[in-house]
């Protein structure tokens, strides 16, 4: 993909999981990447270790904030081909007990953010023709699960905000899909599975097995190295003509 050779990406949530793993990629495949995230010292850890690559810290629940990250990227870099919206947090409580403030961090952070970073990253990209969003949602963003109302809120809403921009965006030759993994061996799965176990009344070494990998035809967490190739080819001059979709990589969860 030597076509990806001096893109600009900007990735949110870069400093662990799934946005570092597509960070990394890319560098790989020559892209000048900025790093965001609200954690600084594992983003400026991460950014250092990529060749062409800077940090930028960043709150996504914060307007100003993403209107900032963006101007700052632009200016150091001139330009940005791709956005990576990959911000993430999760909250598991029954609807009755789900506090609102839960609710609404979940949403501006994993919904409201990445409309607001397209909606600034979009001039840009149809003044010059060429553009890659990449909006990584889950298998939630398909399908539903118990507990997760916010998350699973946040996911399709993620995935209707993916089609739009693709219509919208295709006559300027910029693309837009999402991502919709099942679990993915991150901090973020992990930091669930006491809670996954203290609701569902299992042992938390019952999670992975019983809930995690359960319903696949392939039983096991994808590695986040999977997602980010995926990422990457969907930014590639290969796929130029996809456009609008949600990529499920999922062991085949939802094949049934």
Request: glycine share 8%; net charge negative.
């Amino acid at each position: 993909m030597q076509e990806l050779a001096d893109k600009v990406a900007l990735v949110t949530g870069a400093a662990s999981g799934i946005g570092l793993a597509i960070a990394r990629d890319f560098a790989e495949h020559g892209v000048r990447v900025t790093l965001a995230d609200i954690d600084r010292e594992r983003g400026q850890v991460a950014a250092s270790e990529l060749a062409g690559a800077r940090f930028a810290q960043a709150d996504m629940t914060s307007a100003a904030d993403i209107s900032r990250l963006v101007a700052e990227t632009l200016a150091a870099e001139g330009k940005i081909d791709i956005l990576v919206n990959n911000a993430g947090i999760q909250h598991i409580a029954p609807i009755h007990e789900f506090p609102e403030a839960k609710w609404r961090l979940i949403i501006d952070m994993m919904l409201t953010a990445p409309f607001l970073l397209t909606k600034a990253v979009l001039p840009n990209m149809y003044e010059r023709k060429w553009g890659r969003i990449i909006n990584i949602a889950s298998i939630h963003g398909l399908i539903a699960s118990p507990f997760k109302s916010a998350y699973v809120a946040a996911k399709h809403g993620l995935v209707g905000l993916t089609r739009t921009t693709a219509l919208e965006a295709g006559a300027y030759n910029v693309t837009c899909n999402a991502i919709c993994p099942s679990y993915v061996r991150t901090p973020l799965v992990e930091k669930q599975i006491a809670d996954q176990a203290r609701i569902h009344n299992i042992p938390e070494d019952q999670v992975v097995e019983k809930i995690m990998v359960a319903n696949g035809a392939i039983h096991r967490l994808l590695e986040p190295r999977e997602v980010a190739q995926l990422a990457t080819y969907l930014c590639s001059d290969a796929a130029g003509g996809i456009t609008g979709s949600a990529q499920s990589i999922d062991c085949g969860w939802t094949a049934e």
